[in-house]
């Protein structure tokens, strides 16, 4: 009998895209850089990974091209992305200032 795959931990998706036309970029100073206005990426593809209990990767991460956006505030991130074949991410993140 095969042993059993460990746990699941955790699932990373990475979101890449560039700067929306007129969007500022962030202000960087000797490598720290700072979000003070609003940003907006227009996405380009997705990226999910996933690890075990350990932090180990459990197989290669998946690439998918996708259509979308990311909008980027001081207090809040949203993202959400669609795949051609009809996958759909949304992620969101809240800070405190």
Do not use: H, N
């Not at 001081?74 to 759909?88: F, H, L």
């Amino acid at each position: 009998m095969a042993p059993a795959a460990p746990p699941l931990a955790y699932t990373q998706l990475s979101f890449v895209g560039q700067l929306q036309p007129g969007s500022e970029p962030m202000g960087c100073r000797q490598g720290v850089c700072k979000l003070s206005k609003p940003l907006t990426l227009l996405l380009s593809s997705v990226s999910q990974a996933a690890f075990d209990d350990r932090g180990l990767a459990r197989g290669v991460p998946s690439g998918w091209p996708v259509t979308g956006q990311c909008r980027l505030q001081p207090e809040r991130i949203s993202c959400e992305a669609r795949a051609q074949s009809g996958e759909i991410w949304m992620a969101e993140a809240r800070g405190q200032r």
